[in-house]
Nanobody, 125 residues
Framework: VQLQASGGGLVQVGDSLRLSCVASGRTFSNAVMGWFRQAPGKEREFVAATFRRGGTTFYGDSVKGRFTIARDSAKNTVYLQMNSLKPEDTAVYFC???????????????????WGQGTQVTVSS
């Protein structure tokens, strides 16, 4: 089982980026798919998640209204569209999959079973 994240890069304040996370090795259509990020010297932070079939979405307060998570189950892929990027969005972004994640734990990294390798996003002012 593997999660491969991509799409990071160096952008300017106000720019947009779209991250992708492709899952392989099994189907994740019944999994909770999430994005977390970690900036240097800081703890890993919940960014967004999409619940199982039905696509209910959840966002961290710092990204609400700017980021959008979406999944394409046919492609076993989850996306994170990031708009109006700010310097404080600079971090390594990780995708994660939770096979038995419940609603009350969806923002906790410990609730996810599989993790991608991370992709760096740097927002320059």
């Amino acid at each position: 089982v593997q999660l491969q994240a991509s799409g990071g890069g160096l952008v300017q304040v106000g720019d947009s980026l779209r991250l992708s996370c492709v899952a392989s090795g099994r189907t994740f259509s019944n999994a909770v798919m999430g994005w977390f990020r970690q900036a240097p010297g800081k703890e890993r932070e919940f960014v967004a998640a999409t619940f199982r079939r039905g696509g209910t979405t959840f966002y961290g307060d710092s990204v609400k209204g700017r980021f959008t998570i979406a999944r394409d189950s046919a492609k076993n892929t989850v996306y994170l569209q990031m708009n109006s990027l700010k310097p404080e969005d600079t971090a390594v972004y990780f995708c994660a999959a939770g096979l038995s994640t419940i609603l009350s734990t969806i923002r906790q990294d410990s609730a996810y079973n599989y993790w991608g390798q991370g992709t760096q996003v740097t927002v320059s002012s």
